[in-house]
């Protein structure tokens, strides 16, 4: 059986109210969303996607971008962390979206909406609150909230894959506390392994004409993404060593000799990474 630990199985990894986490998600929302693209996938027909659920939304890049790209469309969107939400309604105001709404809600509880409220509801990077357990009550909940006909899409992550030791080791490190955790879905605790499932967390749930698109981002040095993902790592690696001390992966000594080592071995020229995930879209059943 998979280890366990005392720590809360949805706990994020970060604590959600670090405003520097705050700093950490804006940056990498940009990049995530410069991988995908586009704020949809390429082939969807958004001739019918009026109201639009984003679930733990953080800071709000991505419901504030659609909500500025579409301005015809009503953006929802959910996050657990008081501070994030108070900063995503400021952007908000700031920028004269007002068909935006920001709310602080738990995405592991029953979501707090009527039945077919949404055209499409977005879930981008949660497998870093959600256990092993908890997929499948909350695409249940993702499909009571959708309308008939409209969809829901996941967007999830695994370990880069790099070519440096500390690195290498960090982000080994990060999978095996998820693991502890209760969050992987890898037999060893070496990956996150959350990618194989999503197609089967939305065919579970009785999602139908189910499409997949994989997304690679090369951050390498030289690279146009190398300085934003340093950044990413940077502050990610550093609020993260908490986390690898509380579940007995690393002691603090570890921690920090390796994430010493890091901030080198990123920056050397010959210093190559690349980090994956996969969108995952059903439609439900009209």
């Known amino acids: 059986m998979p280890e366990e630990n005392n720590l809360s199985k949805t706990s994020y990894f970060i604590d959600a109210e670090n405003a520097a986490e705050m700093a950490r998600l804006i940056n990498q929302d940009r990049i995530i969303t410069r991988c995908m693209g586009d704020l949809f996938p390429p082939q ?17 890049g991505w419901a504030l971008d659609v909500a500025k790209v579409y301005p015809d469309m009503r953006v929802t969107a959910i996050d657990i962390s008081q501070i994030m939400t108070e900063f995503a309604r400021y952007q908000a105001r700031e920028q004269e979206l007002h068909n935006t709404h920001f709310i602080v809600m738990d995405a592991l509880k029953p979501l707090d909406f009527p039945d077919n409220s949404f055209d499409f509801v977005n879930a981008r990077f949660i497998s870093g609150f959600m256990s092993r357990t908890a997929w499948p009550q909350f695409l249940l909940q993702c499909l009571r909230v959708t309308r008939p006909g409209g969809l829901t899409r ?34 060893t605790g070496s990956q996150v392994a959350i990618t194989p499932l999503l197609e089967r967390f939305l065919r579970d749930a009785r999602y139908e004409h189910i499409q997949q698109m994989a997304h690679a981002l090369n951050a390498s040095a030289g690279t146009p993404e190398h300085l934003a993902q340093y950044q990413n790592l940077l502050v990610s690696m550093k609020l993260g060593q908490p986390y690898l001390i509380k579940m007995s992966i690393a002691s603090q000594q570890e921690a920090e000799s390796l994430y010493q080592q890091a901030l080198e071995e990123m920056m050397a020229p010959d210093y190559g990474i690349v980090w994956y995930f996969l969108s995952a879209w059903g439609e439900k059943p009209r």
């Open 44 to 60: 969807l027909d958004l001739t019918n996607i009026h109201d639009i659920l984003e679930i733990a939304c953080g800071p709000g």
């Open 154 to 187: 996941l967007t999830e992550f695994e370990s880069p894959i790099c070519n440096t030791f500390a690195v290498a080791r960090l982000c080994e490190m990060f999978a095996r506390a998820m693991y502890k955790a209760g969050q992987s879905f890898a037999p």
